[in-house]
């Protein structure tokens, strides 16, 4: 049978195993994501441009 109380020692027990990053480790990682994300956004943005101006001339 399901043990609420078995469950959340259980999770404590784990969480206390778990390998956090520091706030240096935090801080690049969310740099990279937030620059690759607009690098990204900033190419898609540039084909749909590109590809709405030719669909333009075509048609």
Do not use: N
Not at 4 to 26: G, L, N
């Amino acid at each position: 049978m399901f043990k609420p109380a078995t469950y959340f020692k259980e999770v404590t027990r784990e969480i206390k195993k778990v390998s956090w990053p520091s706030r240096e480790q935090t801080q690049e990682k969310t740099i990279l994501v937030l620059s690759v994300s607009i690098l990204i956004g900033l190419y898609i943005g540039v084909l749909d441009f590109i590809f709405s101006k030719l669909l333009a001339v075509l048609v």
